[in-house]
Structure formats: C-alpha cells, structure tokens
C-alpha cells in the first residue's frame, strides 16, 4: 500500500496492493471541514507533509474535532 499526494490532481491517492485506488479530493474536504485560514493550513501542513496521517484522519477520524483541538483561532482586534 502506498499513499502520497498528487498535485495534477490535487487529492492524496492511496493504492493497495490489489490495485485498488482510494482519492481524496483534499479542496473539497477543506471546503467542508475548515472553518478558517488556521484549519486549511494545517490542513495543508498533513496533505504534504504527511499523507499517511491525513488519508486516516479523513477515512477514519474526525477532522473537524482534531482541527479545533490543533488550532487557535484569534480574530484581530
């Protein structure tokens, strides 16, 4: 199994090994989990810097409680 990021297609692909081709369009997760410019960057941080990590975080957790636990949003005064 293999899991990287595609920038032609802008998803982070994971292939097993019977051929089978998951893609995570990663715009349109950020679209609907992201609530601000904080979340999309670490968003983005995971997307390129650890597929892995965001393929399960995606497939298996839950984005929108880890990004307001990871993220300090602080709207200027």
Same mark, same amino acid.
């Given at each position: 199994?293999?899991? &990287?990021?595609?920038?032609?297609?802008?998803? /982070?692909?994971?292939? $097993?090994? +019977?051929?089978?081709?998951?893609?995570? +369009?990663? %715009?349109? /997760? @950020?679209?609907e989990v992201a609530d601000n410019m904080?979340?999309?960057?670490?968003?983005?941080? =995971? %997307? $390129?810097?650890?597929?892995? @990590? $965001?393929?399960?975080? %995606?497939?298996?957790? +839950?984005?929108? &409680?880890? =990004? &307001?636990? /990871?993220?300090? $949003? &602080?709207p200027l005064d």
């Open positions: 199994m293999s899991c &990287k990021f595609n920038m032609d297609t802008v998803c /982070v692909e994971l292939r $097993y090994s +019977d051929g089978t081709i998951v893609s995570i +369009d990663t %715009i349109a /997760v @950020e679209n904080y979340q999309r960057s670490e968003l983005d941080y =995971l %997307i $390129y810097n650890a597929p892995w @990590e $965001y393929a399960d975080l %995606i497939l298996n957790g +839950d984005p929108e &409680k880890y =990004l &307001k636990a /990871v993220t300090e $949003y &602080k």
